[in-house]
């Protein structure tokens, strides 16, 4: 089953800043730091046609290795949002409450580095 109109839409917002945000990070040589990135879109609906958004939330969540510099994901979150990000802009205008969470989990070591020999 496909999505649907609506769903596209969100999935657009996600595709967008996601895109925005690993692009940023990667020119900030931090990529090899963060084992995870990950981007959650909560949303709600009006209840009468035409059932536009009323609040969109998103949540940018990165396990990252230690040391690595909140600041800089941070930046590289606002840049998508402020600067980069058609759709996030666009969105903005059109929803009431649009707003997003940055969700950093420091990780003391990447799984699968050292496997001790095992294979």
């Known amino acids: ?3 649907r109109p609506m769903e596209y839409f969100t999935l ?3 595709g967008c800043t996601g895109m925005d945000v690993v ?4 020119k900030m040589k931090l990529l090899d730091k963060i084992r995870c990135f990950k981007l ?10 035409p059932r ?7 949540v940018y ?16 979150v606002r840049l998508s949002q402020d600067k980069y990000c058609s759709v996030s802009a ?3 205008k059109a929803v009431k409450d649009f707003n997003y969470e940055i ?9 699968g580095e050292d496997d001790g020999g095992q294979s």
Do not use: C, N, Q
């Open 1 to 3: 089953m496909a999505a």
């Open 12 to 14: 657009s917002v996600a």
């Open 23 to 26: 692009a940023i990070l990667d």
């Open 40 to 49: 959650d879109i909560d949303y709600e609906r009006e209840k009468e046609h």
């Open 52 to 58: 536009v958004y009323t609040w969109v939330k998103l």
């Open 61 to 76: 969540t990165f396990e990252v290795e230690k040391g690595v510099l909140r600041d800089k994901i941070e930046r590289a």
């Open 90 to 92: 666009m969105l903005k």
């Open 103 to 111: 969700v950093i989990e420091e990780v003391p070591e990447f799984e």
